[in-house]
C-alpha cells in the first residue's frame, strides 16, 4: 500500500485507501494488525484521495468521476 491515504472503521475493521489505489481491510489488535485483504481500485482516474464509505454492508469507494459499490460478507 501506498505511504499516504484514508482510513475508516466500521464493524471491528479498518478500511484503508491508499493514494495508489489499494483498498486494506485490517483487523485491528493490540499486538497486531493483520492484513485480510486487498485489492486496486481500478476505475476511474486522477488522484486516490475520497474517503471510503461503509453503509449498509456495501463499501463504497470514488475515484475521480466512478463510484464503485461492493458487497461486505458479514464477519
Known amino acids: ?6 482510513v475508516i472503521f466500521a464493524d471491528g475493521m479498518l478500511y484503508c485507501y491508499s493514494e495508489d489505489g489499494v483498498v486494506g481491510l485490517v483487523r485491528p489488535s ?13 476505475q476511474g482516474d486522477g488522484p486516490h484521495w475520497a474517503h471510503l464509505v461503509v453503509a449498509d454492508g456495501r463499501l463504497y469507494a470514488r475515484h475521480g468521476n466512478a463510484l464503485m459499490c461492493y458487497a461486505l460478507k458479514a464477519q
Not at 500500500?1 to 484514508?6: I, T
Not at 493490540?30 to 486496486?40: D, H
Open 1 to 6: 500500500m501506498g505511504k499516504g491515504g484514508s
Open 30 to 42: 493490540p499486538q497486531k494488525c493483520e492484513v485480510v485483504s486487498t485489492f486496486t481500485v481500478s
